[in-house]
């Protein structure tokens, strides 16, 4: 298999995209290694994993003059914890998506004299869940009427003592839409269940599904509109994990 050349990686955070503002997106997970060593190992350590945590950064040029420009979304957002973060490597629906909640602790901005302003923004976990792989459902697009958003994904069963989980990202608000989270055992969605609602919500802004607990027996998954006035931008993820 090719490795990926990073030409159209996104990140999307609560309401805003983050894609055309970056050149450099970044994601480290790390478990803290314990030390359970004892004698008798033939002096070779042995390890078990401890506290879990991840840091996602992005670097790239600042911006301040638009309302939903970075500035603007970056420094009101410092310290914040529980933003709804949606990313990958390739914003194509049904490829690898990585969702997650975590606040940004450290915004650095502007730089030398006679060059383009950069800006570099980490954010780490917040919200005690990690961070989760998925399948993008909806890539950033326009919707104004009710129906299927986006693509079906077949993700497999959520076994016992996992979880369905789900992003919704608006952008660009209307007056007010509500998105749901549904399962079917096939991609037709002859008989869709519905797993969660998000909304109805009528501004800007990212959503965190209430996490369904499984097991699951149904193995396709997609987001849906099922109330909308006006015009809205969005996105969507959806994942199982722990």
């Known amino acids: 298999m090719a490795p990926t050349v990073l030409t159209d990686a996104f990140c999307y955070v609560q309401g805003h995209d983050f894609t055309t503002d970056t050149n450099r997106l970044g994601f480290s997970g790390e478990a803290v290694a314990q030390d359970r060593s004892t004698f008798g190992t033939d002096g070779w350590t042995a390890l078990i994993a401890g506290l879990k945590s991840h840091t996602f950064d992005m670097a790239g040029f600042w911006e301040s003059a638009a309302a939903d420009a970075v500035d603007p979304e970056a420094f009101a957002d410092i310290g914040v914890p529980n933003r709804v973060f949606t990313f990958g490597p390739i914003e194509t629906e049904g490829s690898p998506a990585y969702i997650c909640q975590a606040g940004h602790f450290n915004y650095q901005l502007l730089g030398a004299h006679g060059e383009i302003a950069p800006f570099s923004l980490t954010s780490q976990g917040s919200d005690g869940a990690g961070i989760l792989r998925g399948q993008l459902a909806k890539a950033k697009g326009a919707v104004n009427a009710t129906g299927v958003l986006g693509s079906v994904l077949a993700l497999g069963n959520v076994p016992a003592g996992q979880y369905l989980y789900a992003t919704f990202h608006v952008f660009a608000a209307g007056t007010t839409i509500t998105a749901q989270l549904q399962s079917d055992d096939a991609v037709g969605f002859a008989s869709p269940t519905l797993r969660a609602t998000l909304g109805p919500i009528t ?40």
């Open 203 to 242: 501004a800007r802004g990212g959503t965190w599904a209430v996490r369904v607990p499984g097991p699951l027996a149904e193995t396709h998954y997609r987001l849906n509109i099922s109330a909308i006035t006006g015009s809205f931008t969005v996105a969507g993820a959806i994942a199982i994990g722990k």
